[in-house]
């Protein structure tokens, strides 16, 4: 993320530059001095060779050292300290050694270009962190070991790395964009993957290992489908076996019991029956007892006893995820909750587990799904991943209430990143189209994939839009929110009373609003009111009036941000935000009209330098 540099960060972005070239050698010996590259002078003012920088002179975009014949370390700690930087040439020289993890602080890279060098070793996971990257080229080197997995950087349109000695599989890319792609000359193993006819059999070639079409090399039968065949058999045969014990000690303990209480009404054996949630008694709902009602409390504990802890073990399902792998469902309830905020549809707590992790716990309240299609929303929300939306870990259903949990992302929310705007601490233009390209792009593949099941987000809005730990925007509590006909009225003119299928058709729709609202502050640095219309009314009259330039940020304005890119941007947001949902575009295109505006935007940094 580019937050506005302060002069420590400038100084200290400078001293890594400097550091940075002060370790290599010119293939003559040692450094260039005429090359400019020192403490006393400004990389952006200063005029260091093959360093650009930003329109205002401030942050640095681009380093470009094709061909300097330099000699030494690529010291990417000190090279991704200007964390502004986009473009990272040095093709042609003679660097050694590895890339090391710390490439992965280089957020705003897009052309990482390290082609004709002799650098080796295996390549950082932290590369696949880079979401900006759209080209990424390093052939002619001697890397080695398996890819990363690149094939997550949804916009990668460029990968080159032939000759090279990689091993293992080639990652599924998804060709469909791909402007260039060659692992020719490598070690890579497994089956070729769809280029989907873009590119040729010679960017493949000189792989012995490679097998399956168009190569004439036959992929060997997977042995993994034979491991998982044994596997499910196991699993069926020691299901079997549990189920016979449980019934065997089920059955053994009604007996005990009815001798024990004879005469005893029948309904209280029924409370222990392993019925799960669908038992309609008080029991059989997970009591969240709460202190939030006492004056200056904050802290909420969830309590049972052990008739509920044994129903919700059962009833708790834990998602895919490795990341809470083996969660009890009374893990959950043991630990301590802080409640963070309570919406119109619920609440939301932060717990730490027992090894320390914290997790998010969302509680819906009468919610009037059934816990059959609870749970087959959330399973359809989570076979739909995408890096852009924070999944679910895990889900519990009972007739009262609902509860998700998710990971707890302490680097906060879009909306308290917008007030931290508000108190000074702008972020730059360049930072906040991204955040609006890469959740148009989450929310269009949402859509797309879920359009069928009729699950939209429903509740889009800054304080939905999480940053993770690497400073990434994603999507949280999708699906979560199925408007009632009051919401519907209120964020959808003219749809009053239509029925089950529009319905689903208004949320989407609804979705669309609340994105435009997101963007109406990106673009104006102000916030909404509760119901998100306010900003978007005040907007659509002052563009009325032909005021357009007055909606923006003042400080999108003193960087010097495109004002044409900006008026772009604030077009997307009123077709979103039109008062008539039929008017308003898919998500699609939503996503397609943002990333012209954001490749006008990366085209005028890049046509700087070539
Ligand atoms: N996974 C998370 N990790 C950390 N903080 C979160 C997470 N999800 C939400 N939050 C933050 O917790 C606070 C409370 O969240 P909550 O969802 O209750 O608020 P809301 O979005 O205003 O309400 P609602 O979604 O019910 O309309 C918000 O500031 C939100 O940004």
Not at 398 to 417: A, P, T
Request: proline letters at 4%; one cysteine or more.
């Amino acid at each position: 993320m580019v937050f506005n540099m302060s002069k420590s960060e400038e100084e200290e972005a400078r001293n890594a530059l400097v550091k940075f070239y002060s370790q290599l050698s010119h293939s003559n010996g040692a450094v260039d001095p005429s090359i400019g590259w020192n403490m006393s002078s400004d990389p952006c003012i200063g005029e260091w060779e093959g360093v650009f920088c930003d329109s205002k002179n401030v942050s640095v975009k681009k380093i470009v050292l094709d061909g300097f014949s330099l000699t030494g370390l690529l010291d990417a700690a000190s090279l991704c300290t200007p964390q502004s930087l986009a473009v990272l040439s040095l093709q042609e020289n003679n660097f050694m050694g590895d890339i090391s993890e710390e490439i992965g602080n280089c957020k705003q890279l897009t052309h990482l270009l390290l082609s004709g060098n002799k650098l080796s070793g295996i390549l950082p996971d932290s590369l696949s962190n880079l979401n900006n990257l759209k080209k990424f080229e390093i052939s002619n080197n001697s890397f080695s070991g398996k890819l990363p997995n690149l094939a997550r950087i949804s916009g990668l349109v460029s990968f080159l790395a032939d000759n090279n000695h990689f091993t293992g599989p080639i990652p599924y890319f998804d060709f469909s964009n791909f402007q260039l792609f060659n692992v020719s000359n490598n070690n890579f193993s497994g089956p070729v993957p769809n280029l989907k006819g873009r590119f040729g059999l010679d960017s493949i070639s000189g792989n012995a290992e490679l097998c399956g079409e168009p190569l004439s090399n036959v992929c060997p039968p997977s042995p993994s489908k034979k491991k998982n065949h044994s596997i499910e058999h196991i699993l069926m045969y020691g299901g079997y076996i549990l189920i016979g014990l449980l019934l065997v000690i089920f059955v053994a303990y009604k007996i005990v019991a009815k001798k024990k209480h004879t005469g005893e009404p029948q309904d209280n054996l029924d409370i222990v029956k392993p019925k799960g949630v669908s038992v309609d008694t008080s029991i059989n709902q997970p009591s969240i007892v709460s202190n939030e009602h006492k004056l200056g409390a904050s802290k909420t504990e969830y309590s049972m006893n052990s008739a509920e802890s044994a129903m919700m073990s059962t009833s708790m399902v834990v998602l895919s995820s490795p990341v809470v792998k083996g969660m009890k469902f009374e893990d959950l309830l043991k630990a301590p909750a802080e409640l963070l905020g309570r919406g119109k549809h619920g609440s939301l707590y932060k717990i730490v587990l027992e090894d320390g992790m914290p997790l998010v716990v969302k509680r819906i309240k009468d919610w009037a799904i059934s816990g059959e299609d609870f749970k087959r929303r959330m399973q359809k929300i989570d076979a739909t991943k995408h890096p852009g939306v924070l999944p679910a870990l895990a889900f519990y259903s009972s007739k009262q209430e609902k509860l998700v949990v998710y990971r707890f992302e302490q680097n906060g929310s879009l909306l308290k990143l917008l007030y931290g705007s508000q108190n000074g601490v702008a972020f730059d233009w360049e930072t906040r189209l991204s955040i609006a390209t890469k959740m148009a792009e989450a929310l269009a593949f949402m859509h797309k994939e879920l359009l069928d099941d009729g699950i939209a987000h429903g509740n889009i809005k800054s304080s939905n839009i999480m940053f993770n730990q690497n400073m990434d925007p994603c999507i949280s509590e999708y699906g979560l929110m199925v408007l009632d006909n009051q919401d519907n009225s209120t964020l959808v003119n003219g749809n009053n009373g239509h029925k089950t299928r529009d319905h689903a058709y208004s949320t989407f729709k609804v979705d669309l609003y609340g994105f435009g609202v997101i963007l109406l502050e990106l673009l104006t640095g102000k916030l909404v009111d509760n119901n998100g219309l306010d900003l978007a009314k005040w907007v659509h009259s002052v563009v009325s009036e032909e005021w357009t330039v007055e909606v923006f940020d003042k400080n999108l304005v003193k960087e010097g941000a495109s004002e044409e890119r900006m008026v772009n941007l604030l077009q997307v947001a009123l077709k979103c935000t039109n008062a008539s949902p039929e008017a308003r575009p898919s998500m699609n295109e939503v996503a397609s009209m943002i990333s012209t505006i954001k490749e006008e935007e990366e085209g005028s940094i890049v046509s700087d330098v070539w």
